[in-house]
């Protein structure tokens, strides 16, 4: 499974609610930050090795400004993780070693 555009509020709430008790790792990135863009690949990689456990979206702060908002995004990437709809976690930076961790641990 490779990793999922959000375009909206309302979609990620959908998707979040259709997501059950998965987790849910949400990507927030610009187009124009250059560590968001060097970690994307790995992103896609760990949506790969987690498909069967995992759902991961992403998105870009810069054209979904409400719901970057609503979560509180300062920085980019910021990744923040769901389960049951309630967030669970949240790495900021671009560390796909502490994202993978806290992956991990999350799900035991």
Same mark, same amino acid.
């Given at each position: *499974?490779?990793?999922?555009? /959000? &375009?909206?509020?309302?979609?990620?709430?959908?998707?979040?609610? &259709? =997501?059950? &008790? $998965?987790? /849910?790792?949400? %990507?927030?990135?610009? /187009?124009?930050?250059?560590p968001c863009?060097?970690?994307?690949? $790995?992103? +896609?990689? *760990? =949506? =790969?090795?987690?498909? %069967?456990?995992?759902?991961?979206?992403? @998105? %870009?702060?810069?054209?979904?400004?409400?719901?970057?908002?609503? !979560? +509180?995004?300062?920085?980019?990437?910021?990744? $923040?993780?769901?389960?049951?709809?309630a967030? @669970?976690?949240?790495?900021?930076?671009?560390? %796909?070693? $502490?994202?993978? =961790?806290?992956? !991990?641990?999350?799900?035991?």
């Amino acid at each position: *499974m490779s990793v999922i555009p /959000v &375009n909206s509020s309302e979609e990620f709430k959908h998707k979040l609610e &259709n =997501a059950g &008790n $998965k987790l /849910v790792v949400v %990507d927030f990135y610009a /187009v124009w930050c250059g560590p968001c863009s060097r970690i994307a690949p $790995k992103i +896609e990689s *760990m =949506a =790969a090795e987690f498909s %069967d456990t995992v759902i991961f979206l992403k @998105v %870009d702060v810069d054209t979904n400004e409400e719901l970057s908002e609503e !979560q +509180e995004i300062s920085a980019m990437p910021t990744f $923040k993780i769901f389960q049951n709809s309630a967030e @669970v976690g949240k790495i900021m930076g671009a560390s %796909d070693a $502490k994202l993978k =961790a806290k992956i !991990q641990e999350l799900l035991g």
